[in-house]
């Protein structure tokens, strides 16, 4: 069965946990989009861990990790993460990086901090891991694919992207030579040594281990609102943190993903720019980003202040719907037990009207949220390991936020720690 994992927010809803926890009876973990742009916490018996690119299936010996086609393919931070995780005592995890993935340079990053300063005020607030000008050079067919390091035509290939990284950089930055032909030549053939061991071609492993039957769990970062067709576009990522993407990065058919898990926080959090209906400010949100996730509502990778709102219906319906959730998993529910009664919003008013559907960008910098209020627990829960031990309030707060998005919380999380997370149906938890 394959099971994909993915945020149906703005990211951060707490992927890495959900991935790291159903891993222990899977076979197969994959990460399929996006880079090192963000983290994913994952709290267990060998400590805590921010994983920017490894598959969160490390850590469970079984299991093989896969880096599929469709990631931006950071080999710097890859064996950084590698050296890291052997510091931690964790065993060497089985690893495999899909030699059509394409390589993330130096020169990516070089190009997205360049390009931050140049826009100034106007800035996205990238994470400055080279995301966007590595996705541009996909599409451009300029970037180099992990495979073309060992083609005889590689010196010619490497010549091509320098030369266009130098015309670019001139022109847009005032740079000369930003990209030395000897330098990436030689960091080209270092890496030609140090990721052969890793390398398969994913998409006939993938399509065989389907046909053994291999229990699968496909991973993304960030969530449906930065997907970079149906997000909050301009202010999404590079890539598709959709499900369906899964099958494309990798090389899967659609219809082998049976299960979406969607996760979704219990309530809203974004960082970087772009607009969020309802954010909170003063000491609300202060508060609320004090007492989330396991060290407050700060990035994982990046520490920046993450951005604070209550439970936003109408953004987590539409990023279910965008993911095809079948099932939800809902964490950080034990962060709102401070309060005594919890707001919901519902819906939006925007252009003079209420609406439950989710505006287009421009819509929703008037957007207004029209909360409904919830009764608190007022109690910790985060010692909860059944659903029958919770508080009447807090499922009440489930069973609503399930009539609302229309998809069953299969999965509760009350706290960071892998054995903090609560099975409840017969969602994909029980299944694997
Ligand atoms: P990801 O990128 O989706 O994996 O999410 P991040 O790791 O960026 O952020 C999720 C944050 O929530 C991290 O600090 C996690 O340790 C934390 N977290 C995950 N689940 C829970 C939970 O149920 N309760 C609390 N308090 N923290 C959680």
Redesign the pocket.
Known sequence: MITAIT?SGF???????ITDFLAEKADIAVRFQGGAN????I?NDFGRF?LRLLPSGVFHHNVENMIASGVAFDADIFFSELEMLKEKGVKAPKILVSSRAQLLLPVHKLQDKLEEERLGKNKFGSTLSGIWPFYSDKFARRNIQISELYSENLKSIAGRFCEDKNICFKAFYGIENAVSYPDLLNYLYDLKARLSPYLCDCPYYMNEAIKEGKEILLES?LGSLRDIENGIYPYVTSSSPLAGFGSVSAGIPPYEIQSVVS?VKAYNTSVGEGPLVGELFGSAADTLRRR????GEFG?NTGRPRRMAWFDCVSTRYGCMLQGATEIAL?????LGYLDRIPVCVSYHTNGKITKNFPQTYLLRDAQPVYEYLNGWHCDISGCSQYNELPEAAKDYIRFIEDQIGVPVSII????KRN?TIFRHSGVGNKL
């Open positions: 945020g990211g951060d809803e707490g992927k890495g946990k963000a983290g994913h916490t709290i921010v970062q996760v989330g996730g396991d060290q994982a964490t950080n529910l034990d962060v999380s009350v706290g960071p903090q």
